[in-house]
């Protein structure tokens, strides 16, 4: 995943994005933003955790940390989208306080239907 983490993403959302290392090796990462266009709004764009973390809590972590910054910056809600068949996105979302839109239809372009994920904070 780390060909999916090109350096704007640390440049441009230094104060909001999270890398978490074990042993000197990637474990997981948080990839969100402050919506320019909605004051109250926070989106993760893009989150990872390794297989070998899963189920350690550093999923949950990382997203406390964004949801920290978020709430400093006087954003209410935080959203991010997966997609329909992605199970485990969808269940670990939920398990940390995210309500799970219906799909929708062509989100990203035809055929790329999305769930839309919002948390209140």
Do not use: K, W
């Not at 993760?44 to 990382?62: A, K, Q, T, Y």
């Not at 062509?106 to 999305?114: N, S, V």
């Amino acid at each position: 995943m780390v060909d999916m983490l090109p350096r704007l993403f640390f440049t441009h959302f230094r104060n909001t994005s999270f890398v978490a290392e074990r042993d000197g090796e990637l474990a997981g990462f948080l990839i969100g933003f402050l919506s320019q266009s909605e004051p109250e709004a926070a989106y993760v764009h893009f989150v990872g955790v390794s297989p070998r973390e899963r189920g350690s809590g550093l999923g949950r972590e990382l997203y406390e940390r964004f949801f920290e910054v978020a709430r400093a910056h006087a954003r209410c809600t935080v959203s991010c989208v997966t997609s329909p068949a992605n199970a485990g996105s969808l269940a670990f979302h939920q398990a940390i306080g995210f309500e799970p839109s219906p799909p929708q239809p062509g989100y990203d372009g035809p055929g790329e239907d999305r769930v839309v994920l919002t948390r209140s904070l």
